[in-house]
């Protein structure tokens, strides 16, 4: 039973079961047989794992570090996202229409709004660089033989932590939920877009395809700049120390956090949480009481098992 109060409406797609809104129904094939073009860019990512943060990075060094558009465009315009709705009014800014993508739910949105983000993403102009907390196997199945992917995973267990902030910042429908709800979700695979070990596996057996860039948000958290120079060169662009330092202070999280375009924090419920809230690696343990870190690890070393992936943050 969802915990959420979404499971009435939740489908289970392909083989590892991902939890989606019953509305993905009417849109799964159209996005798995999306063309891909060979000049793509996407950023793939279970929601909370550093998405924001890795699309204003590949956007900049894709776009020659063009701070100025960057700061006068929002980052959904430049970087859409595939499972929602073409615009995303700053009304609309709710786990229905954005994060829970309920491309069924369209109610409130003005008519521009209501084209799903697969269709016009499928008629914008190339290059497109695209947003999707979908895990590999619900997408075009060409798609690493075709474009470029950058894929961010984080330990699933700051990722609850950080779903249960989003939802607290987004408020209404959620706020009856504490923490404790938003982990047994994560932990019992019920979370959106869950299993999330599965969504990381995929793209981590795809780890040394070249079109594939794998990387730990733990990791861009130790060493930003390192970071930009990877993914800098895996899009075969390249920049000075000057320039990457440059970036690193952009993307910042003080930085980001100020940044309106990328810090979407429009509609909260009054209690001061951020999109772009904490950035910290690790900060799980202030949440955890003992059975939920216990629960933690058997979790991970459960659905670990038989796998080679390992999070830095649980070796
Ligand atoms: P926290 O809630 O743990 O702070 P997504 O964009 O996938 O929804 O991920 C959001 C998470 O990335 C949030 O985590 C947010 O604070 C974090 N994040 C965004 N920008 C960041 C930055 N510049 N540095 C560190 N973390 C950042």
Redesign the pocket.
């Known amino acids: 039973k969802c915990l959420l109060g979404y499971t009435k409406q939740f489908v289970k797609c392909g083989k590892a079961g991902y939890v989606m809104p019953g509305a993905f129904r009417n849109h799964a094939e159209a996005i798995y047989n999306l063309q891909v073009r060979p000049d793509d860019i996407w950023v793939i990512?279970f929601?909370?794992?550093?998405?924001?943060?890795m699309q204003e990075l590949v956007w900049l060094v894709e776009n020659n570090l063009d701070f100025k558009k960057a700061k006068s465009t929002p980052l959904y315009q430049r970087f859409p996202m595939l499972e929602t709705t073409t615009q995303i009014p700053e009304i609309a800014f709710d786990l229905i229409k954005v994060n829970f993508m309920n491309l069924g739910n369209f109610q409130g949105l003005s008519k521009a709004a209501r084209v799903p983000s697969w269709q016009s993403i499928d008629e914008a102009p190339s290059p497109r660089l695209i947003k999707t907390h979908l895990p590999l196997s619900l997408l075009p199945p060409n798609l690493l033989n075709t474009a470029k992917v950058v894929y961010v995973a984080r330990d699933p267990r700051?990722v609850s932590?950080?779903y249960y902030?989003?939802h607290k910042m987004v408020g209404k429908t959620l706020l009856r939920a504490n923490f404790t709800h938003f982990w047994e979700a994560l932990r019992r695979d019920l979370m959106p877009y869950s299993p999330i070990v599965a969504h990381t596996n995929e793209a981590w057996c795809k780890r040394h395809h070249p079109n594939m860039h794998f990387m730990f948000y733990e990791d861009m958290?130790k060493d930003l700049p390192k970071e930009i120079r990877g993914v800098s060169d895996f899009l075969n662009k390249n920049y000075n120390d000057k320039e990457i330092k440059k970036l690193a202070e952009h993307?910042?999280?003080e930085n980001?956090r100020k940044n309106k375009n990328v810090n979407n924090t429009t509609n909260t419920n009054g209690e001061g949480i951020q999109?772009?809230?904490?950035?910290?690696a690790g900060?799980w343990q202030a949440h955890f009481d003992e059975k939920q870190q216990l629960q933690a690890e058997e979790y991970l070393i459960d659905r670990l098992q038989g796998l080679d992936l390992r999070y830095p943050s649980f070796p």
């Open positions: 990512t929601p909370r794992s550093g998405t924001t943060w700051d932590v950080s902030y989003l958290i993307l910042s999280f980001l999109f772009v809230r904490k950035g910290e900060g």
